[in-house]
């Protein structure tokens, strides 16, 4: 099964991704491979995962053509000065073993180096064809919109935490407002929300899996990507098969209902500007 694309200032995203976060040497490779063979058509992947180089040999694996494929990577939170931001993109892409990707993000934020700085850093990337689109991750609602401010070149997506257990309103409404796509990592919770009564019940009720309905709550929503996780062939190929089926109003809005304060799974209090969340 294939994706349906998300449109995005010029950009069309395949709603449904591999994330490769803590995937490494060949079972990597074997996942890309596998995901590609499923209809996959959108392989996350970032500098910092260190799995470029097996994302990169699992595509040339899968004998798809370039053309097919949308590949996004992410410049780590201390590359974001100019001449750091290029050498990683050129790192990566020579890792990936590819000529352009088709989204380059800015991983985390970092305060210590002027925003204004690295999204034309970013902009530069794009216009010497190191990459195809550009974007940001885990920006919060006043560091999106000033990096939409800044930007002379279209951002097409924020990469952020999303699922049943995190409540992303404000965040979602900020992409939608600026006409980005939100992708939505660890999108199942990092599979904690797999057993979840709700999400069983609505499973059970439309002979799917818990994973295939918190997936599908994902996609229903309007510029909504997920990037589900997974290094098992048979699970690859059941995060994707969720577009033959919808879950109605009020299943929507249990699963929503499962949102709690302390959702998060990844703790972002590290990042260097993520005071600037409010
Ligand atoms: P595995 O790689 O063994 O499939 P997230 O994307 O939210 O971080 O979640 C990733 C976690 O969920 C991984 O531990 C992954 O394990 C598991 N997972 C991914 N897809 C499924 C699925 N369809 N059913 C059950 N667990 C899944």
């Not at 995005?8 to 890309?32: F, S, Y």
């Not at 965040?171 to 980005?180: E, I």
């Not at 949102?259 to 703790?267: F, L, N, S, V």
Request: aromatic content about 6%.
């Amino acid at each position: 099964m294939t994706a349906p694309l998300v449109e995005a200032n010029g950009a069309a995203i395949p709603a449904l991704g591999l994330g490769t976060w803590e995937a490494t040497n060949d079972a990597c490779i074997a996942a890309v491979q596998w995901a590609i063979e499923a209809g996959y058509r959108h392989i996350d992947t970032a500098a910092r995962y260190g799995n470029e180089e097996a994302v990169g040999q699992g595509i040339r694996a899968s004998g798809i053509s370039r053309d097919k494929l949308f590949v996004t990577t992410k410049v780590w939170y201390e590359d974001l000065s100019e001449s750091n931001l290029m050498r990683s993109a050129e790192a990566s892409l020579r890792r990936l073993g590819l000529d352009a990707v088709d989204l380059l993000l800015i991983h985390w934020p970092n305060a210590s180096i002027p925003l204004k700085e690295t999204i034309k850093a970013l902009g530069r990337a794009r216009r010497d064809g190191l990459t195809r689109h550009i974007g940001v991750s885990n920006f919060p609602v006043a560091l999106l919109d000033e990096a939409v401010a800044r930007s002379d070149e279209p951002l097409v997506a924020n990469q952020c935490e999303y699922h049943p257990y995190l409540d992303q309103s404000k965040v979602l409404d900020a992409c939608r407002r600026h006409g980005l796509a939100f992708t939505a990592y660890c999108p199942l919770g990092r599979g904690q929300l797999l057993d979840e009564r709700t999400v069983v019940e609505v499973a059970e009720r439309h002979g799917r899996t818990p994973a295939q309905v918190v997936l599908r709550w994902h996609v229903q929503q309007p510029g909504v990507v997920a990037i589900p996780k997974s290094a098992n062939r048979e699970r690859i190929a059941q995060n994707i098969d969720i577009f033959d089926f919808a879950l109605d109003e009020d299943e929507v809005a249990r699963i929503s209902g499962l949102a709690r304060p302390d959702g998060r799974m990844i703790d972002p209090s590290w990042a260097p500007a993520w005071d600037k969340a409010a």
